[in-house]
């Protein structure tokens, strides 16, 4: 079945750099693509919509100059947070749209120190 | 927008017990639904889905769920679990014509042996 690869797993970074998270869909092509946040024992917040080849439609809250979003292939999209502080700290989870479905994948642990 | 609540946030139980997680959304319009499971380090797997037809739909690994239009609800259920299905489980509910799935908060399910 469909494969979303989702690097890195686990991040630890100081506050005031930044992190870059790639999913990569590994047998199929992902026009759109997705990126969660989820905090502990809560839902998976959606943050934005990545679109191949076009803009990211964020959710309202997000910071688009925070959280940058590029989907330069069929295949890759990243998430760069840039200028990381602690509260950023979350779980993030990228999905893509499979043609049949939604394929996730295992989420990146991002701790700002 | 959708929003998507459901009711237990932790169930412990027996294996051999028969499980069921509610589900109700608020959305006045055609919806499908979904259920995933996240297994302890895993990426989210869909369980099910509901588009139309059938309101009992199945699953894999033994789970169902019933979609009730008057009530807003997409329980599932399993009528005996095992002790692999300790997990965190997942609803969600998308329109239609609409790729952005909408979350429930989760529910942890742990089986004890």
């Known amino acids: 079945g469909a494969v979303v690869s989702q690097h890195p797993s686990r991040v630890i970074c100081k506050s005031g750099t930044s992190v870059k998270i790639e999913c990569r869909s590994l047998?199929?092509?992902?026009?759109?693509m997705f990126w969660y946040r989820q905090f502990p024992k809560q839902s998976l917040m959606l943050m934005a919509t990545?679109?191949?080849?076009?803009?990211?439609?964020?959710e309202q809250g997000v910071e688009k100059d925070k959280f940058l979003i590029n989907h330069a292939s069929l295949t890759l999209s990243t998430l760069t947070v840039t200028s990381a502080h602690p509260e950023d700290s979350s779980f993030y989870i990228c999905?893509?749209?499979?043609?049949?479905?939604?394929?996730f994948g295992s989420g990146t642990r991002l701790t700002v120190v | 927008a959708q929003s998507v609540s459901q009711h237990n946030h932790h169930v412990i139980l027996s294996e051999a017990a028969s499980l069921e997680l509610g589900c109700n959304y608020s959305?006045?319009?055609?919806?499908?639904l979904f259920w995933y499971v996240q297994y302890p380090g895993q990426h989210l797997q869909l369980l099910l889905k509901?588009?139309?037809?059938?309101?009992l739909v199945k699953g894999i690994k033994g789970f169902e769920a019933e979609f009730i239009k008057s009530k807003f609800s997409f329980n599932l259920r399993k009528p005996s679990v095992q002790w692999s299905d300790t997990a965190e489980y997942f609803c969600?509910?998308?329109?239609?014509?609409?790729?952005?799935?909408?979350f429930g908060a989760g529910t942890t399910v742990t089986v004890r042996a």
């Open positions: 999905s893509a749209v499979d043609g049949v479905g939604y394929t």
């Open positions: 047998d199929f092509q992902a026009t759109t």
């Open positions: 990545s679109n191949e080849g076009s803009k990211a439609t964020y």
């Open positions: 959305y006045g319009g055609t919806v499908n």
């Open positions: 509901y588009f139309s037809g059938d309101p």
């Open positions: 969600a509910v998308k329109a239609p014509r609409d790729y952005k799935l909408s």
